[in-house]
């Protein structure tokens, strides 16, 4: 089992920064066979989307949105304890809540959601 929680969100002017944080816990095994980490988000009435994500077993596989690609950044720390999401040049259309992700070979586990919201 795993146990997500984010925090770093809140209220910001367009063209303003943010950055989110997922701290993991729970079983040791369950997190190092981690395979993908990421960011969605769901804004009112809209679907869940991916924001971003990396490979955990890799340095260089990450996957943006291409609404957000040049502005956001994903990264990691402590192997898979901590992710990161970095938000610069925040536009109101990036309100949403934002939601960690992680995804092992067989399930996947979400956060309780941090929101952000963008005022213009």
């Known amino acids: 089992q795993v146990q997500l929680v984010e925090s770093g969100g809140g209220l910001v002017q367009a063209g303003g920064s943010l950055t989110l944080s997922c701290t993991a816990s729970g079983s040791i095994a369950s997190i190092a066979n981690i395979n993908f980490m990421g960011w969605y988000r769901q804004a009112p009435g809209k679907q869940r989307e991916l924001v971003a994500r990396?490979?955990?077993?890799?340095?260089?596989?990450?996957d943006y949105a291409d609404s957000v690609r040049g502005r956001f950044t994903i990264s990691r720390d402590n192997g898979n304890y901590l992710l990161y999401l970095q938000m610069s040049r925040l536009e109101p259309e990036d309100t949403a809540v934002y939601y960690c992700?992680?995804?092992?070979?067989?399930?996947?586990?979400w956060g309780q959601g941090t929101q952000v919201t963008v005022s213009v």
């Open positions: 992700h992680y995804q092992d070979s067989r399930r996947e586990y």
């Open positions: 990396l490979i955990a077993s890799s340095s260089t596989g990450y």
